[in-house]
Nanobody, 128 residues
Framework: QVQLVESGGGLVQFGGSLRLSCASS????????IGWFRQAPGKEREGVSC????????DYAASVKGRFTISRDKAKNMVFLQMNNLEPGDTAVYFC?????????????????????WGPGTQVTVSS
């Protein structure tokens, strides 16, 4: 199976920044569309961002657009989520996952059923 692992989470103050990483030692992430999701306590998992494998198009949830940036580093086989201007509402466990289709990204609305191979998640906590 594909093994993904997230890193980079932590505790930051309102307005701070974090850079999350998604990596795999057994799979070439560039072969897949990659999504970032998050889940806060008592809430459903929601899509945050994605980057397409087919055309490198990206998409963002309205709540993070303009503050978060998703990117790839093919040489490092990693996908990043740069999170700036963090707010308490961003507090959640953040997951990366591979999409079942190459173009499951912009315009697809982050369908949970369209992703698999979830990482274990990394905690992001934003204090107020």
């Amino acid at each position: 199976q594909v093994q993904l692992v997230e890193s980079g989470g932590g505790l930051v103050q309102f307005g701070g920044s974090l850079r999350l990483s998604c990596a795999s030692s057994s799979f070439t992430l560039d072969y897949s569309t990659i999504g970032w999701f998050r889940q806060a306590p008592g809430k459903e998992r929601e899509g945050v961002s994605c980057i397409s494998s087919r055309d490198e198009s990206t998409d963002y949830a309205a709540s993070v657009k303009g503050r978060f940036t998703i990117s790839r580093d093919k040489a490092k086989n990693m996908v990043f989520l740069q999170m700036n201007n963090l707010e308490p509402g961003d507090t959640a466990v953040y997951f990366c996952a591979t999409a079942l289709h190459l173009n499951y990204c912009a315009g697809y609305g982050f369908p949970l059923e369209g992703y698999n191979n979830w990482g274990p998640g990394t905690q992001v906590t934003v204090s107020s």
